[in-house]
């Protein structure tokens, strides 16, 4: 379903990677003891904003791109019981190359 669903505008689909629940020796963390990572895999990019002449600005950020993100923002969602975060390509704070 993620594949199929298209942002509008400069909003970009992304799911958040998990932090691992396991410390390196080997101590497993329960969720509660885990923070959220600011970090995603964008896996679907809209079209780009329009500029204020009328054209399209095509996002900086593409398909299978780490990204960073803001603590705050972005619109959460569910597709096919998978959870995803839709954010504005101006949240997006970094890409990880």
Known sequence: MASRFIPLLDRVLIQ???PSNKTVGGIVLPDSATQKLN???V???GPGAL???GQVIKPAVQVGDVVVLSEYGGQ???LDGEEFALYREEDILG???
Do not use: A, F, T
């Open 95 to 97: 890409i990880y190359k």
């Open 43 to 45: 896996v679907s990019v």
């Open 16 to 18: 958040r990677i998990k």
């Open 39 to 41: 970090q995603g895999k």
């Open 76 to 78: 959460e969602l569910k």
């Open 51 to 53: 500029g204020r002449d």
